[in-house]
């Protein structure tokens, strides 16, 4: 569902697929090919959420910010994540069911592990392997982690044809 609060309506760029389980409301912008699936949340009453090109959110991950917010290009934001973050770099991968507090920047093709809590304001630098329970910076990305996150980005930005022409998602209007 696609829902205008307080003036504010999604602006979805015609070429991203937003499924018809998702919940979208406020002042959202989803770039081109970029992709929402089922069970997601992303609420936009407290400042603006911008999603940049090639990204995916996928099923049941939540997105709410208490600013301004940017994802970037090329983002996989894994199963049931939790996202408070102010800015995720470009190519970054959030693992299945991860929470970013309020406030928290990842620089670009990073990877937070699965199931990993990164605490408020917490800051970290692009390519950053971030991992724990307060998330800690262990390193660098390794290149197989890479492939990993170009892999993954990719895949979704493939799935959009196959669900769109199958008549799934929405057309980027609100409901009423």
């Known amino acids: 569902m696609i829902r205008s609060l307080d003036g504010k309506t999604p602006v979805i760029d015609p070429t991203a697929f937003v499924s018809e389980t998702a919940y979208l409301v406020g002042d959202i912008e989803i ?58 770099g470009n190519g970054s991968l959030l693992g299945n069911n991860c929470t970013l507090n309020d406030g928290v920047v990842i620089g670009q093709n990073s990877l937070v592990a699965a199931g990993s809590t990164l605490t408020e304001n917490s800051v970290y630098e692009d390519n950053a392997l971030v991992r724990g329970t307060p998330g800690k910076a262990l390193g660098v990305v390794k290149e197989r982690h890479t492939e990993l996150m170009k892999r993954a980005a990719a895949s979704y930005v493939n799935r959009i044809a196959r669900y769109t022409d199958a008549g799934l998602g929405h057309s980027g209007q609100p409901v009423s």
């Open 31 to 88: 770039g081109p090919r970029s992709s929402i699936w089922p069970g997601v949340v992303i609420r936009a009453d407290s400042g603006k959420i911008k999603i940049g090109a090639g990204t995916n959110i996928q099923d049941n991950s939540v997105l709410h910010a208490d600013a301004d917010a940017v994802i970037g290009d090329d983002v996989t934001i894994g199963h049931g994540v939790v996202c408070h973050a102010r800015v995720i």
